[in-house]
């Protein structure tokens, strides 16, 4: 059975980091470009950072670049985003995606909240 199961949500105050973890099971995350996403209430899903399948660079968003970082484990199936110096704007339910020409797989999301 195909699944992505993200971990690591929380509280968090302003400035301060959470890593969240998204595990693949039922494929190799090898053959697939992973991404994380996110959604508030009421606002479309965002695109928070990729990293390809092979080769290229990681894409992060204008809102995150310097502050968080992606990194993919093909070895453990795994792909993570470590956040730092969090702001109330990243706020939000964070989703794990798996993608290529053939497929697309999403998480049902761990989420964030940053407070005070």
């Known amino acids: 059975q195909v699944q992505l199961v993200e971990s690591g949500g929380g509280l968090v105050q302003p400035g301060g980091s959470l890593r969240l973890s998204c595990a693949a099971s039922?494929?190799?995350?090898?053959?697939?470009?992973m991404s994380w996403y996110r959604q508030t209430p009421g606002m479309e899903r965002e695109l928070v950072a990729t990293?390809?399948?092979?080769?290229?660079?990681?894409v992060y968003a204008d809102s995150v670049k310097g502050r968080f970082t992606i990194f993919r484990d093909n070895a453990k199936n795994t792909v993570d985003l470590q956040m730092n110096s969090l702001k109330p704007e990243d706020a939000a339910r964070y989703y794990c995606?798996?993608?290529?020409?053939?497929?697309?797989?999403w998480g049902t999301g761990t989420l964030v909240t940053v407070s005070s």
């Open positions: 039922g494929f190799s995350i090898s053959r697939y470009d």
């Open positions: 995606n798996a993608r290529n020409v053939f497929m697309d797989y």
């Open positions: 990293v390809p399948r092979v080769g290229g660079s990681t």
